[in-house]
């Protein structure tokens, strides 16, 4: 079984920053891609940052420059490092891997329950 775990969240004003973290944990063989995505109330849950198991990233267009993606492969973890936010950055974050694991050797995508980034004054 694997499992993703965000953590990070919380309030911040605007023009602040915040880093969020996703560890992977459980029966991991291999960890490809991972990501960061987003979510709002009556909205499809969109890609915020890309990162690929070579390194390459990519970005939505509404947060270039001001986000950035990385990972800890010792660790397993991925991290979002979040400055300049903008209440419209407000939303549930969650993280996605696209993990081999030791059940039957296949890579599926696994998602984290998300954490909540409120931009506000």
């Known amino acids: 079984q694997v499992r993703l775990v965000e953590s990070g969240g919380g309030l911040v004003q605007p023009g602040g920053s915040l880093r969020l973290s996703c560890a992977a944990s459980?029966?991991?063989?291999?960890?490809?891609?991972m990501g960061w995505y987003r979510q709002t109330p009556g909205k499809q849950r969109e890609l915020v940052a890309g990162?690929?198991?070579?390194?390459?990233?990519n970005y939505a267009d509404s947060v270039k420059g001001r986000f950035t993606i990385s990972r800890d492969n010792a660790k397993n973890t991925v991290y979002l490092q979040m400055i300049s936010l903008k209440p419209e950055d407000t939303a549930v974050y969650y993280c996605?891997?696209?993990?081999?694991?030791?059940?039957?050797?296949?890579?599926?995508?696994?998602w984290g329950q998300g954490t909540q980034v409120t931009v506000s004054s």
């Open positions: 996605k891997g696209t993990i081999r694991d030791k059940t039957d050797f296949i890579a599926r995508d696994y």
């Open positions: 459980g029966s991991i063989i291999s960890i490809n891609a």
């Open positions: 990162l690929t198991n070579g390194g390459k990233t």
